[in-house]
């Protein structure tokens, strides 16, 4: 089992910047894929990036250029740096891990983009 705890989040005026960290104990050998995704109020749960553990990064379109996601093997943690924020990135972001056919979730970091 996979143990993730968020930090980070927080309230932003629009155009700042924010790093989220999300740091993973327990089975942390059978993760493979680590990443963020984020729940806006009254909207669906999204994916925001995700990175496999060859490096891989993927992204949502709506980040590409301002987000960028990145794993610090060494210390099994996951970050997510956000520039240029803007008020539609306002929501609840979560960690996941996945592997060996198992999900794991954090328990989620608000971050509230003001306009």
């Known amino acids: 089992q996979v143990q993730l705890v968020e930090s980070g989040g927080g309230l932003v005026q629009a155009g700042g910047s924010l790093r989220l960290s999300c740091a993973a104990s327990?089975?942390?050998?059978?993760?493979?894929?680590m990443g963020w995704d984020r729940q806006a109020p009254g909207s669906q749960r999204e994916l925001v990036a995700r990175?496999?553990?060859?490096?891989?990064?993927v992204y949502a379109d709506s980040v590409k250029g301002r987000f960028t996601v990145s794993r610090d093997y060494a210390k099994n943690t996951v970050y997510l740096q956000m520039n240029s924020l803007n008020p539609e990135d306002t929501g609840l972001y979560y960690c996941?891990?996945?592997?060996?056919?198992?999900?794991?979730w954090g328990q989620g970091t608000q971050v509230t983009v003001s306009s």
């Open positions: 990175i496999t553990a060859g490096g891989g990064a």
């Open positions: 327990g089975s942390i050998f059978s993760i493979n894929t």
């Open positions: 996941y891990s996945f592997g060996g056919g198992v999900r794991s």
